[in-house]
Structures are given as structure tokens and as C-alpha cells.
């Protein structure tokens, strides 16, 4: 781990629905991990924000809770609002150091494929993060897509492709398409297109003509004598 990257916390003895009216600039958190108990905490929400842009959800944070041990951690996952995405609840997930955890690692796509830039096809991306094992301290903060490398539509980027080194393990079928290009499309399938577009709508107004006069349920009135 090449930077330190803390969080203060402090215990938290309030649980359940009356908590909702004390959380104002803090955020109320769980910690756990295999082989320990539960910890319920606080964190001050502007101190979240700020490390979470730096750790993300596979970099090691040094959880202090108060004056006990700093806990080795991952931010495992937060709940937020779905209009205001004000965060309201994080989980932490403690990490042994000596021991592969698991984590998604963000795919960063760089370069430009001339598959797309001069034969004016569109690139397909079929996964944005991965999932990798690794000791906590070896677990990469993102990893790069060369999208150069697809100069031809027969050209694609599978899992094998991706340079993660020797202490990362993809947790990912290596025969896995990344990213690949598709061709532009032709002038008859465009053609082809618009044809089986004027085919539907003359159907649809087929159908209506064919509706008996009646209700607007279609329902065709009886008659009176």
C-alpha cells in the first residue's frame, strides 16, 4: 500500500428508526469481517466523501474507531437516497492483510480503436469492472483497456488480454470479451430497415380498419329492432 489513507470513526449506541433524527453530518456504519463481531460506528460524512474518492471499493482504509486499534478495511458497499444520493448507511468490510480477499476493480479504457476512429464502427464495452484476488495491499485501484489494440471488426479484447501482474488473479473466464466493434451498417440493411418499419405500420393500420364500428372497447353494438 503505497499511501496511508484513514478514517476516523467513533462507536455508535444508537440503532433503529429514532436514529434517522441524529445522523445529520454523520453517516451511521457497520464493520465486519470474518472471525469478529459486528461493530456499529459513526463517520462524519464530508471525511467519507473524501476518502471514498480516494479509495474507492478496493484500495485498504485504516478505519480508528475512537482510541481502540485502527481496523484494516474495505468500503464494502453504501446504501444512498435515490433522488438526493445523500448517503445514509456504509458497510465495511475488514480485511486481514495476510489473506486474498476479493474486490471489483474498475475497467479504465484508454486509447482509441481505429476500427471505430477510421472505419466508423461503434465500440462495444461488455464489462466496466472486474473482480479480482489478491492480498489487500496488492489489489490494483483500477485497470486499463488498451482499446488501440482493435484495429480491425475482427479484432476484440478478451480477459486473457488484460496485464494484471502476478500477484492479481482475474476471477473472470479469460475467454471473456472486454471489448470489441462492430461494424457500421450497410446501405441495404438500412434499406432493409426502413422497409419492415412501413411493413409494421401498414399492419397497424390494417388493423384498425378492420375494428367493427362499435364501442371503443371495439365491442360491436347490438343492433335495437
Do not use: C
Not at 480477499?101 to 476512429?117: I, N, R
Not at 422497409?195 to 362499435?214: I, M, N, Q, Y
Amino acid at each position: 500500500m503505497s499511501k496511508k489513507i484513514v478514517l476516523n470513526a467513533e462507536k455508535r449506541e444508537e440503532t433503529g428508526r429514532p436514529m434517522r433524527k441524529l445522523v445529520g453530518e454523520r453517516i451511521p456504519a457497520i464493520v465486519y469481517g470474518v472471525g469478529m463481531e459486528s461493530n456499529v460506528v459513526w463517520v462524519d460524512k464530508n471525511d467519507f466523501i473524501q476518502v471514498f474518492g480516494e479509495a474507492g471499493k478496493n484500495t485498504v482504509v485504516e478505519l480508528k474507531i475512537g482510541k481502540e486499534k485502527a481496523l484494516n478495511v474495505l468500503i464494502h458497499d453504501f446504501q444512498a437516497e435515490p433522488v438526493s444520493d445523500e448517503i445514509r448507511h456504509v458497510d465495511f468490510l475488514q480485511v486481514n492483510m495476510n489473506e486474498a480477499t476479493e474486490a471489483e476493480v474498475p475497467l479504465v479504457f484508454v486509447g482509441e480503436s481505429p476500427a471505430v476512429k477510421e472505419k466508423g464502427g461503434t465500440l462495444v464495452k461488455s464489462f466496466d469492472h472486474v473482480v479480482v484476488e489478491a492480498l489487500p495491499d496488492d489489489l490494483p485501484s483500477e485497470i486499463e483497456v488498451d482499446l488501440s489494440k482493435i484495429v480491425d471488426f475482427e479484432d476484440h479484447i478478451v480477459v486473457s488480454d488484460i496485464k494484471v501482474g502476478d500477484k492479481v488473479k482475474l476471477l473472470l473466464d479469460e475467454k471473456n470479451t472486454i471489448a470489441s466493434v462492430t461494424p457500421p451498417r450497410t446501405d441495404a440493411e438500412m434499406e432493409s430497415l426502413d422497409e419492415e418499419v412501413d411493413a409494421d405500420v401498414s399492419k397497424v393500420e390494417g388493423a384498425a380498419e378492420d375494428v367493427p364500428e362499435g364501442d371503443e372497447n371495439g365491442e360491436k353494438k347490438e343492433e335495437k329492432k
